[in-house]
């Protein structure tokens, strides 16, 4: 069994900033991509921000400049530092990975359980 789970959301104000963390626990023989998707009351899930295994990230032109992912390939986990944040941030934050378990000829696609970033005043 491989999970996926999300830490790190919260309540914050226009400006603040928060760190989410997402760690990839079980029989993991390796991760290609990971990111971060979010989804706002009434919206679609949307692409925030990915990272491959070798570093190679991609933003949102929404979140550019202020956002910014990270990974530690040894603790299969991906971060995610959001500064200057904004009402419109606000949502359910979905860590993502292209995870190929042990024992499996490829990778499948996981997500978490999604954790809560609220930015209000």
């Known amino acids: 069994q491989v999970h996926l789970v999300e830490s790190g959301g919260g309540l914050v104000q226009p400006g603040g900033s928060l760190r989410l963390s997402c760690a990839a626990s079980g029989s993991i023989f390796g991760i290609t991509v990971m990111g971060w998707y979010r989804q706002a009351p009434g919206k679609q899930r949307e692409l925030v921000a990915t990272?491959?295994?070798?570093?190679?990230?991609m933003y949102a032109d929404s979140v550019k400049g202020r956002f910014t992912i990270s990974r530690d390939n040894a603790k299969n986990t991906v971060y995610l530092q959001m500064n200057s944040l904004k009402p419109e941030d606000t949502g359910v934050y979905y860590c993502?990975?292209?995870?190929?378990?042990?024992?499996?000829?490829?990778?499948?696609?996981?997500w978490g359980q999604g954790t809560q970033v609220t930015v209000s005043s």
């Open positions: 993502n990975a292209d995870l190929r378990p042990m024992g499996m000829s490829r990778g499948y696609d996981y």
């Open positions: 990272i491959t295994s070798g570093g190679s990230t």
